[in-house]
């Protein structure tokens, strides 16, 4: 083992840094996340804004402001003993 003909070489790899199972793993996560883009895009899309959804909604006047005793028995019930 005191060989001095033998000589100490750092450790190198044989195999290349990355296998074809590492490149797989890489080009799932690239889709996945691709995925996740695009369905969120979509959905963005689809949904209707708020100034869309206002126009057509029905105006429903309410008359509790012109009587004080319905106010009165909304705001004992809404305080009542069981809260």
């Known amino acids: 083992m005191d060989n001095p003909s033998e000589t100490k070489r750092p450790y190198r790899p044989r195999r290349a840094g ?15 996340f691709g995925a ?21 909604l029905p105006l429903q006047p309410t008359h509790a402001a012109d009587d004080l005793a319905v106010i009165g028995a909304r705001i004992k ?7």
């Open 36 to 56: 996740v883009v695009m369905s969120s895009r979509s959905a963005e899309r689809t949904l209707p804004t708020l100034s869309a959804l206002t126009p057509n």
């Open 18 to 32: 990355l296998t074809w199972i590492d490149f797989l793993v890489i080009a799932a996560t690239v889709l996945v």
């Open 77 to 83: 019930l809404a305080t009542g003993p069981w809260s």
